[in-house]
């Protein structure tokens, strides 16, 4: 028998336990492209719910139009998100975000050095770089309850997926199903990226 491992009470400031990174790429009003870094995202059947911050660009533009592109990128990916993470296409930039160092960015791609592709389905476009991008429309978007410790600044959003792109290295040959072992997401664990390691094992449920 093991020792049962000692604990102890942590207040992280941030609970990133481990979650997939994710680039929004919504329109602008002047029909340019923007891109927004995410990493709070999960996924149920064709539904994706994603937080995103309220002095974000992203949010003002998917609430708009309400049409998206989910890209996710690979793990190799993470400098190019990371040219991202102090940007906003917000301008002026709102003054909470410039006191916490965001700039100005209105070329996202570009920064970002990323290609735009043509979406089938929805008008903004998807980044070509990244193995699976997932068009999406929202359904609903609304603010995160507040608290006496933690007053509310991100809403939550519910987009549904109306069609998925991935490169054909990470599927299985004439399947629709994505190949776990060629597939490395970049995940985002308290603020570091981090890729995955070797599987593990199958579900019971798995069909590959």
Not at 194 to 200: D, K, R
Request: contains cysteine; proline residues 11%.
């Amino acid at each position: 028998m093991t020792d049962t491992p000692r604990h102890r009470v942590i207040a992280p400031r941030i609970l990133y336990f481990g979650t997939p990174v994710a680039l929004l790429s919504t329109l602008n009003e002047d029909g340019s492209p923007n891109l927004t870094p995410l990493s709070s995202a999960w996924a149920l059947d064709d539904r994706l719910v994603l937080g995103l911050g309220m002095l974000g660009q992203g949010l003002e533009n998917l609430r708009r139009t309400r049409e998206a592109v989910v890209n996710l990128p690979s793990a190799a990916l993470w400098p190019h998100v990371e040219r991202l993470a102090p940007t906003t296409g917000r301008f002026p930039v709102p003054d909470e975000k410039r006191d916490r160092g965001y700039e100005h960015e209105p070329r996202k791609f570009e920064r970002a050095g990323l290609t735009p592709l043509p979406s089938d389905t929805v008008s903004p476009p998807r980044v070509a770089e990244c193995p699976l991008q997932l068009e999406a429309v929202l359904l609903a978007a609304h603010m995160a309850t507040p608290t006496p410790e933690h007053p509310s600044d991100f809403v939550i959003a519910e987009l549904r997926v109306t069609r998925v792109h991935a490169h054909e290295h990470v599927t299985v040959p004439d399947t629709h199903h994505v190949d776990v072992t060629r597939w490395q997401p970049l995940l985002y664990v308290f603020r570091h990226y981090v890729g995955t390691g070797p599987g593990l094992g199958r579900n019971f449920r798995a069909e590959t």
